[in-house]
C-alpha cells in the first residue's frame, strides 16, 4: 500500500495564529496498515476548507450497505443489546455561539481530529458546524454551534490576568483552580492500576500517593496566595463514592462501551450479516467482542476507566474552575517480566497533555461529538491550555534538569499530535471529558533510576487517611516548579 506524506506546515502555521513557538515542521509518514485501536501515529494534513472536506483516511466501508441501512441496523443491535438512547446535548453548546472563527476552526480541526472523522458526522460552513446523528448520509441533523465573524471573546484568565497588581502578596485571589491526583494509592489500589514501582532493594512508589502528595502541596500553596482550591480527592481512595469496585454493574458500563464501538470493524463487519432481526442479532450475540465487553476481565476498565473518571470530571464540572491541572507522573520501559521494576534505561523527562488528536473510532457517541465540539468552539480554552502546558513544561526542565518530552524516546507518539516540546495533543479520557483552560502534566519518569534514588527520602511526613506518609525533598521542587508555572502563566496571560 502506498504510504502519503503529510506535512505539519498548515498546523504550524494555525499555531502561530495564536502566538504559539516551537512547533515541529517534519514530515511524518502514515503507515495506513498500522492504524488500530492503541497505535496509531497520526498528524495533521493539510486541507481544504472550502466545504469541510479533509485528507482522506483509511475507514472501515460497509460494501453493499448504504449509510442509513447501516445506521437502521446500527440502532437495531444497540437496542437489541438495550443500550439505552442517548440525551440530547444541544443546550450544553448554546454559550459557544459566536465564540468561535471559521479561521479558528481550520486551525484546530487537524490537530482535534487527525484522523478526519468529524466530517463523517458534520458540515461546516463560515457560519457554524453542525453534527449529525447519522454519519456519512448525514440527513438527521443533531448539534449546531453558529460562528462568529470576528474573535472577540478573550476569557475570564485573560481580564483576571489584567487585574493583578504587581507585587500583590497574594496574586490568585479570585481564581478557581482544580487539582485531580491521578490514580488511587495504597497497596490495594496499587495492585489493581499497576500503578508503582519496586526496586531490588525492596523501596516501592506508588504513583497514586506521590500525585496525591504533589497536589496536597500545590493546593496548600495556592490557597496561600489567594485561590479558592478543589482537589478531587484528598484520600488515597477512589473519587466515585456511589459505586464500588466489588458492586460495579458490569453489564451497565458494556452497553456504553459497545455504543463506543459501533465504528470499530468488527461491528461494521458484522452489520453485513443481516437486515435487523435474529440472524443479525445471533451474530452479535455469539460474537467473541460481545462477550469480552461483557465479561469479568473488563471490572478494571469501567471502574477506573470510566466510573471513576466520570465521578472526577463531574467534581470538577460543578466547580466551574478557571484553570485544571491533572497530576501524574510517567514510566518508561522496563524489562521483560518486571513491569513493575525500574526502566531499562535512562529518560527523565516531562511532558504535558492539551486535549486533541480523537483517532478514527472516538467519535461514535453523542457525547464524544459534544465533547468534540465543545473544544473546537471555545478558542479561549484552546489558546490558554496550550500556553499553560508550555508554561509548566518549561518550568518543570528549568528547576528539576529533566528534558522535554517530544515523544520521540518515550511511548508519547501514540495517537498524538506534537505542538512543540513537551507539548503534546492527545484524547485521553479525563480531557476529553473537561472543558476550559486545563494542562494533564506528566511531571518525571518515576520508574527513571536516578530519578527514583531522589524520590524515595523520606525528608518529610504528610498525613493522608489518618496515617503518615513520607516524601522527599524531590517532590518539594517538583511542587515549586508547577507552582511558580501556574502564578506565572494566571498573572500574565493575554
Not at 437486515?275 to 477506573?304: C, T
Amino acid at each position: 500500500m502506498t504510504k502519503p506524506k503529510l506535512t505539519l506546515a498548515f498546523v504550524a502555521g494555525a499555531l502561530l495564529l495564536f502566538g504559539l513557538q516551537s512547533f515541529a515542521t517534519d514530515d511524518i509518514i502514515i503507515d495506513e496498515d498500522a492504524i488500530s485501536d492503541d497505535q496509531s501515529h497520526l498528524a495533521p494534513a493539510a486541507l481544504n476548507f472550502s466545504s469541510f472536506e479533509l485528507f482522506e483516511k483509511p475507514r472501515f466501508v460497509n460494501a453493499g450497505l448504504n449509510p442509513l441501512e447501516i445506521y437502521s441496523r446500527t440502532q437495531a443491535v444497540l437496542k437489541h443489546f438495550g443500550v439505552p438512547d442517548e440525551p440530547d446535548f444541544s443546550n450544553d453548546l448554546a454559550s459557544l455561539n459566536g465564540r468561535q472563527t471559521w479561521t479558528g476552526v481550520q486551525a484546530l480541526a487537524s490537530i482535534l481530529d487527525p484522523d478526519d472523522q468529524l466530517t463523517r458526522f458534520a458540515t461546516a460552513t463560515p457560519q457554524s458546524v453542525a453534527t449529525f446523528k447519522d454519519y456519512d448520509s448525514k440527513t438527521m441533523p443533531d448539534m449546531h454551534v453558529a460562528l462568529s465573524p470576528i474573535l472577540h471573546d478573550d476569557g475570564p484568565l485573560k481580564r483576571f490576568a489584567a487585574t493583578v497588581h504587581p507585587n500583590d502578596p497574594r496574586p490568585l485571589k479570585g481564581l478557581r483552580i482544580a487539582l485531580d491526583p491521578g490514580h488511587m494509592g495504597g497497596d490495594t489500589w496499587d495492585q489493581r492500576t499497576g500503578k508503582y514501582i519496586t526496586d531490588h532493594k525492596g523501596h516501592t512508589l506508588s504513583e497514586g500517593v506521590l500525585n496525591l502528595q504533589t497536589s496536597l502541596l500545590l493546593k496548600q500553596r495556592f490557597e496561600k496566595l489567594g485561590a479558592t482550591v478543589l482537589i478531587t480527592h484528598e484520600t488515597l481512595a477512589p473519587v466515585e463514592k456511589n459505586i464500588t469496585w466489588e458492586n460495579l454493574n458490569i453489564a451497565t458500563f458494556a452497553k456504553q462501551k459497545l455504543r463506543e464501538e459501533t465504528l470499530d470493524h468488527w461491528f461494521q463487519s458484522l452489520l453485513q450479516v443481516a437486515p435487523p432481526g435474529p440472524a443479525l442479532f445471533s451474530a452479535f450475540d455469539m460474537s467473541k467482542q460481545v462477550q469480552h465487553i461483557n465479561a469479568e476481565i473488563m471490572r478494571w476498565e469501567y471502574f477506573i476507566l470510566r466510573a471513576d473518571l466520570q465521578a472526577r470530571a463531574k467534581v470538577i464540572e460543578q466547580f466551574h474552575p478557571h484553570i485544571t491541572l491533572i497530576i501524574h507522573y510517567d514510566v518508561g520501559p522496563t524489562a521483560p517480566k518486571d513491569s513493575h521494576g525500574l526502566s531499562i534505561k535512562h529518560f527523565d523527562a516531562a511532558k504535558a497533555y492539551v486535549p486533541g488528536s480523537y483517532i478514527w473510532n472516538e467519535l461514535s457517541s453523542r457525547e464524544d461529538r459534544r465533547n468534540f465540539l465543545h473544544h473546537l468552539t471555545d478558542p479561549y480554552a484552546w489558546e490558554g491550555s496550550v500556553a499553560l502546558s508550555q508554561k509548566i513544561v518549561q518550568s518543570l526542565t528549568r528547576h528539576l534538569g529533566v528534558s522535554r518530552d517530544s515523544g520521540i524516546d518515550s511511548r508519547a507518539l501514540s495517537n498524538t499530535v506534537n505542538l512543540g516540546p513537551g507539548v503534546l495533543a492527545r484524547n485521553l479520557a479525563l480531557n476529553s471529558k473537561l472543558f476550559g483552560v486545563m494542562s494533564y502534566v506528566e511531571c518525571l519518569f518515576y520508574n527513571d533510576p536516578i530519578e527514583f534514588q531522589k524520590l524515595i527520602p523520606h525528608d518529610f511526613t504528610m498525613q493522608i487517611d489518618s496515617q503518615t506518609t513520607y516524601y522527599s525533598s524531590r517532590l518539594v521542587e517538583v511542587a515549586d516548579a508547577l507552582e511558580k508555572a501556574t502564578v506565572e502563566f494566571a498573572t500574565t496571560f493575554r
